[in-house]
């Protein structure tokens, strides 16, 4: 059964630093990697999907990094914003798994100005 | 452009109360679905999704159950409600030929 963890669970950093965000699976037998982003209370919002084949993928400020085999992927945000606080969560689609995800726990991020 | 309405945003009911939470798509048609819950301080967890009108498949044996009358269709429902019911209730879509999800806005239900 695949499981998905992400660390940390919460991070506060100021405005204009640049972070990681962390996620790992069990099973590296997956088609993607996807991240989302969410704000308190609504829907989440699809951020960079990286197929399995890929290393990374890139837009704008963000850079998702995706190492199959040791079954880790990294969130790198540059010059952090108060308006990238929320939360990332991370999900991967398993082989065989119909496209259904399995998502992380997600880390809060929170961007003080 | 595709869009993805879910409602209502918010709702309280007692327990043993019915459930019915509809999920409409727009500008797409065939679409994978999927109902998600979010629990206070658990992940996404998967509970239905549909390949097709009339087609359900459950993940967890629950007390909810899913129909999709239409294509662009999707309700949650439940008879009588539990405690355990409660939380952060997502759907969502797949178009043919992508990978991505996309979610609709939740609805928040607290079971009282």
């Known amino acids: 059964k695949q499981e998905v963890t992400q660390i940390p669970a919460a991070l506060s950093v100021p405005e204009g630093e640049n972070l990681v965000l962390n996620c790992s699976f069990t099973?590296?037998?997956?088609?993607?990697l996807q991240w989302f982003r969410q704000d308190p209370g609504k829907g989440l919002t699809s951020l960079l999907l990286i197929q399995s084949s890929q290393r990374e993928q890139t837009s704008g400020r963000l850079n998702a990094s995706l190492d199959k085999s040791s079954g880790r992927s990294t969130l790198y945000i540059a010059a952090s914003q108060p308006g990238d606080s929320a939360t990332y969560l991370c999900?991967?689609?398993?082989?065989?798994?119909?496209?259904?995800?399995?998502f992380g726990k997600g880390t809060l991020l929170t961007v003080n100005p | 452009s595709q869009t993805i309405h879910q409602w209502p945003a918010t709702l309280v009911q007692p327990v043993g109360s019915p459930l019915s939470l509809e999920c409409t798509v727009e500008?797409?048609?065939?679409?994978?679905l999927y109902w998600y819950r979010q629990a206070a301080g658990r992940g996404l967890q998967l509970l239905f999704y549909?390949?097709?009108?009339?087609?359900i498949s459950s993940e967890v044996p629950q007390n909810l159950s899913a129909s999709r009358p239409q294509d662009r269709q999707f309700i949650l429902s439940s008879k009588k409600l539990l405690l355990s019911d409660s939380g952060f209730y997502l759907c969502a879509w797949r178009g043919t030929g992508t990978e991505k999800l996309f979610f609709g806005s939740g609805t928040q239900l607290s079971v009282l």
């Open positions: 999900a991967v689609m398993s082989g065989g798994s119909n496209y259904k995800l399995t």
């Open positions: 500008g797409t048609s065939n679409p994978n």
């Open positions: 549909s390949v097709g009108i009339g087609q």
């Open positions: 099973d590296s037998a997956i088609y993607n």
